[in-house]
């Protein structure tokens, strides 16, 4: 007669099981998500592309324009004297349909198969990226073209973000979730590095083809997407994870009437933590309101906070080339290569933050102390950070982990966190609504920040950065509540601890 496993060995092998797939899980939405935001780079690279300055450059011998013309090298309609504020409003064209369609993504996010609605939007985000670049090809000179083409790249481009922290929240529970979401979260920066240094390739010769290599790449990724992306742990037989215990406790409290009690086994709240139930049918629950998401505590805080801690890093995102190219005097590939390094510096910021809050049990005070850091920081980058390249990488890299370390927090754990709050009884299903509102809410000013950037820099780049450091004191100011909140929960935790001590 066979004998049956240790229960030792059973367990390590479900467990490793279960940790293969949520380590799939996380590296696929990895690759998903750096996907996306490869595909947003591009055009702030060949910004610098579209308006030379062409008295520079070696006209052509063939070239059939006039010797006087000084726009010769500058592509139509981007030639005119006002070519940044026509460069804002192809920005804010993505921007702004990107923040409209945030809100409504997140609805048919929760009522939609993600592996479906996932598919799709990369699918016609790749084809709408491509569109963009084949204007070069197509000799395209029509403003409405472009502003077009982002429109609807910034609709479809709606459909990855509560997607993927829906699905990374439906494989994982809360402990630890800070860590391992701020290295998750480094996907939007390894997305942006990549976008810069693949749109730099070309960026000097056909610059079409800096947009369409990166849609072609995000739309092979739609398609392994919708070959491999798995929503549920039980669609594969996983243990499904803890956000909560049954009663409405946090999931770090103990319930003293579950222990060993019930036919579920508990295990220590981690990211790794499940509870394997034998299945049973039970009724799913209903899709979460918008007025229902906004009641949670927290929502709306985190949701102001974002709008201006994202205006600071999209402005980052759309207008850094640019600005180095103009106050530096590097070559457009150059500008896109060292614009990098914030990006590098914004994976350090996430993954610290994580770190921090998870460490402190304080999302709040880690974004609000990261925030204040920030504004001194750029003011120095602004009037030192052109003094040398050594200065400008290492204030580059500071000020990409200052800034972006609280959008990242924001954007992945504080939103799963919220998602899965325990006022919600265990409905998941509100996760991707909870997500969409904090992201769109903050997409609006990803929007506000690139268009007030290209309306300020005519009369100066140091008007820029007093704009940046006013956004990103009043996302600090919003978050004082919260923070007050956590300090008060931290000395009540001490005086339990000094009574425990003393008894």
């Not at 006013?470 to 339990?496: F, N």
């Amino acid at each position: 007669m066979r004998s049956s496993l240790a229960p030792g060995v059973w367990f390590l092998r479900n467990f490793s099981r279960d940790s293969w797939f949520r380590g799939f899980i996380l590296l696929l939405t990895f690759f998903i998500y750096t996907c996306y935001h490869m595909s947003r780079k591009p055009i702030s690279v060949v910004k610098s592309r579209l308006h030379q300055n062409c008295s520079e450059l070696l006209k052509p011998i063939n070239d059939s324009d006039s010797l006087n013309d000084t726009t010769w090298c500058d592509w139509a309609p981007f030639d005119k004297n006002n070519y940044k504020e026509l460069l804002g409003a192809v920005d804010n064209a993505f921007l702004v349909a990107y923040a409209i369609g945030m809100f409504i993504s997140g609805i048919f996010g929760e009522r939609l198969p993600l592996r479906y609605y996932l598919s799709a939007g990369m699918l016609l985000s790749g084809l709408f990226t491509s569109l963009f670049g084949l204007g070069y090809f197509w000799n395209i000179h029509m403003l409405w073209y472009f502003v077009l083409i982002q429109i609807c790249n910034g609709l479809v481009q709606t459909t990855g973000w509560p997607s993927v922290v829906t699905c990374v929240g439906n494989w994982f529970g809360k402990g630890k979730r800070g860590l391992i979401m701020g290295i998750w979260n480094s996907h939007t920066s390894v997305g942006n590095i990549l976008g810069s240094l693949i749109a730099g390739v070309w960026v000097n010769e056909q610059w079409g083809l800096s947009f369409v290599v990166p849609g072609i790449i995000t739309a092979a990724m739609g398609v392994l997407t919708f070959l491999f992306l798995i929503e549920y742990p039980e669609d594969v037989d996983c243990t499904t994870p803890q956000h909560h215990t049954s009663d409405g406790l946090d999931e770090n409290q103990d319930n003293p009437e579950d222990l060993g009690n019930g036919p579920c086994i508990n295990k220590e709240s981690s990211l790794e933590s499940a509870t394997r139930c034998p299945k049973e049918p039970r009724a799913q629950p209903a899709a979460i309101s918008f007025l229902g998401a906004l009641r949670i505590p927290g929502v709306v805080e985190f949701s102001l906070c974002l709008l201006f801690a994202k205006l600071v890093s999209y402005t980052f995102l759309y207008w850094l080339p640019l600005y180095i190219f103009n106050v530096a005097h590097f070559s457009a590939k150059q500008a896109g290569d060292l614009s990098t390094l914030f990006d590098v510096g914004g994976i350090m910021g996430g993954i610290m933050a994580g770190l921090i809050s998870d460490y402190t049990n304080g999302r709040a005070t880690t974004c609000c102390v990261m925030l204040i850091l920030a504004a001194p920081m750029m003011f120095l980058y602004n009037y030192i950070g052109q003094n040398g390249i050594t200065n400008s990488i290492v204030m580059l890299i500071i000020c990409g982990a200052l800034v972006n370390g609280p959008y990242a927090l924001i954007t992945t754990a504080v939103s799963a966190d919220l998602g899965t709050h325990q006022s919600l009884k265990g409905n998941a299903k509100a996760l991707s609504t909870v997500t969409a509102i904090i992201d769109g809410t903050g997409s609006i000013g990803a929007a506000l920040g690139p268009l007030l950037a290209g309306l300020i820099s005519p009369t100066g780049w140091n008007n820029v950065f007093y704009m940046l450091i006013s956004a990103d004191i009043l996302a600090c100011l919003l978050l004082c509540r919260l923070v007050y909140k956590e300090l008060l929960a931290w000395k009540s935790s001490l005086s339990r601890d000094r009574g425990y001590k003393e008894i």
